[in-house]
């Protein structure tokens, strides 16, 4: 969200900072709307002033004890002016407002250059692609062979973009919640959350999603609540329109929900398996930093969802987003993409961000300083969000790399514990 001042004064830089990202905003609308709320906020103020010095001859009047009809009459008149003016002022500023919330976020300087995904830039890898025997399955057929997965039945319930889960597949995404939360909030240091699963509008307009993505929603039909895309919605909002202690920065959550999503836009885009469907679970990392922190917390962030990859023994690369890959709210992502032998390709399982105070100036989100100064002013906190990590995708990841030619699927060392002690998953 940019301040009108911001716009006021640097809509032109704005415009060409975002460069493609900016593609769909209507600058010359807004350039418009901007110079007419300032001619019309001129004119309202003029006849506030035409008015106090009008009251001001109407009581000299009355105190004279001179005629003052004509006065008053003439009063009457500027106030309507004035309220006429106000009300046109008010459809402006909506205007104005609305056209703002739909401006993305400016790209950080180290975020590379670029028309696509063909230009995100690699930061590193780790690890590497597991040597099978035999050509690669893909997961949904390992996980029908095994009698794990049913989209079937799932589509017969729900429709497409659905699955079931049934036995070791259940037990292996619970097994992969579990291990997420129990690392990253006794060894990462985050506060875990279990946050509501609907939010409302105010809230998808703190985060971003509002009101350039409403299509991309599960919008309830009698309530103006929305099923949550992710949990970055709740845990971010968790302090909207608060001011929080410098002391309590950083602030880092973690939680589990599952999380809804339209995919109106991934029209014939992985149409079979767990890749892309409108339900599935993920575990979520929120941060609020002051500024001159957030940049190594991003670092940090990262590192953490990483970690979960290494543990699982998952062969991964770090990707730094092009400023035309990146989300709308972002001022700068990296994304980890874990290797899928299946495709020969790696595939993106995590997006860590740095918003910067995008999110925290929709949200209302500051901090004042605890040095005990009166004039301490309050600033914008930053915020970050990352997947710690797509439980589904997680799972695709091992199905398919830990493949075995027997059909089995090995279990990683680092989910044994999780799951009661099994090895390896064999067809029920």
């Known amino acids: 969200m940019y301040e009108l001042r911001q716009l006021r004064e640097n809509l032109d830089h704005i ?5 493609p ?10 350039r418009k709307l901007i110079e007419e709320r300032r001619v019309l906020t001129g004119r309202v103020e003029q006849l506030r002033a035409d008015l106090r010095k009008g009251s001001d001859e109407v009581a000299r009047l009355k105190r004279e004890k001179q005629p003052a009809e004509a006065a008053v ?14 009300s046109a002022l008010r459809t402006i500023e909506e205007g104005l407002n609305d056209l703002a919330l739909r401006i993305p976020n400016l790209p950080h300087a180290t975020v ?17 692609p597991p040597t099978l025997e035999g050509p690669a399955k893909t997961h949904w057929d390992i996980g029908e ?38 690392l990253h909030t006794s060894e990462h240091g985050y506060r875990e959350v279990l946050p509501p699963l609907m939010v409302n509008r105010s809230a998808m307009t703190g985060t971003g999603q509002l009101p350039k993505f409403e299509e991309d929603l599960f919008r309830l039909r009698d309530e103006d609540y929305f099923l949550i895309p992710t949990a970055e919605v709740p845990l971010t909002n968790l302090h909207r329109e608060e001011i929080l202690s410098e002391s309590a920065l950083p602030i880092r959550y973690a939680a589990f929900t599952p999380c809804f999503r ?7 885009k992985d149409t079979r398996g767990l890749i892309r469907l409108h339900q599935f679970n993920k575990v979520e990392l929120v941060a609020f930093t002051k500024p001159e922190q957030s940049y190594d917390e991003l670092e940090r962030l990262t590192g953490h969802a990483e970690a979960i990859l290494q543990r699982l023994g998952l062969h991964h690369r770090v990707m730094t987003l092009c400023t035309a890959d990146m989300g709308f709210s972002a ?38 300083g ?18 710690g990590l797509a439980v589904g995708r997680t799972l695709v990841a091992i199905l398919e790399n830990y493949q075995q030619p027997d059909g089995s699927v090995v279990v990683p060392d680092a989910l044994r514990q999780y799951m009661g002690g099994i090895e390896r998953i064999k067809k029920e």
């Not at 415009?15 to 460069?19: A, K, T």
């Open 262 to 268: 339209r995919e109106a836009g991934s029209y014939g």
């Open 370 to 387: 605890t040095s005990g100064k009166k004039d301490s002013k309050t600033e914008f906190v930053h915020t970050l969000n990352g997947s």
């Open 112 to 128: 590379p250059l670029g028309a696509g995904a063909d230009q995100n830039v690699e930061v590193r890898r780790w690890g590497y």
């Open 331 to 368: 001022a700068k992502t990296y994304d980890l993409e874990v290797w899928l032998p299946s495709q020969n390709q790696y595939r993106e399982i995590s997006s860590c961000s740095n918003f910067e105070a995008f999110q925290a100036r929709r949200a209302g989100i500051r901090y004042k």
């Open 15 to 19: 415009r060409e900072q975002l460069g």
């Open 21 to 30: 990202r900016g593609h769909d905003i209507q600058w010359e609308t807004l």
């Open 73 to 86: 009459a003439a009063m009457k008149t500027v106030g309507e002016r004035i309220a006429e003016g106000e």
């Open 145 to 182: 062979s095994l009698g794990i997965l049913d989209f079937d039945r799932a589509a017969k319930i729900a429709g497409a973009r659905f699955a079931i889960l049934t036995g070791a597949a259940a037990r292996l995404e619970r097994a992969l919640i579990n291990f997420m939360l129990d």
